[in-house]
């Protein structure tokens, strides 16, 4: 059973950083991509970064140049580095791992997500 386990989470004031970190655990195969996604309450959940394992990177537009992603996929850890916090960067960030299922199509995992919140 595929588990992603996310930790970093917290209260942080305007301007600040936490860096995030996720664990999965279980068999993944062909796992190609880990990376992070956000959501806030009645909002879809949206997109903000990626990584591959041919060590590409993609960002939102909203987080280029102040968040970085880093993915490790020998031992299926990903990290978010968030830098220079706005208020609307508050929500709930889930980690996400994509690889093929046993039907060989195409698969998503997720997390149960961790909460930020940039607040003064």
């Known amino acids: 059973q595929v588990q992603l386990v996310e930790s970093g989470g917290g209260l942080v004031r305007p301007g600040g950083s936490l860096r995030l970190s996720c664990v999965a655990s279980?068999?993944?195969?062909?796992?190609?991509?880990m990376g992070w996604y956000r959501q806030v309450v009645g909002r879809q959940r949206e997109f903000i970064a990626t990584?591959?394992?041919?060590?590409?990177?993609d960002y939102a537009d909203s987080v280029k140049g102040r968040f970085t992603i880093s993915g490790d996929f020998v031992n299926k850890t990903v990290y978010l580095q968030l830098n220079s916090l706005k208020l609307e960067d508050t929500a709930v960030y889930y980690c996400s791992a994509e690889g093929l299922g046993t039907n060989g199509s195409p698969r998503q995992y997720w997390g149960e997500g961790t909460p930020v919140t940039v607040s003064s």
């Open positions: 990584s591959t394992n041919r060590d590409t990177t």
């Open positions: 279980g068999k993944i195969g062909g796992l190609y991509a």
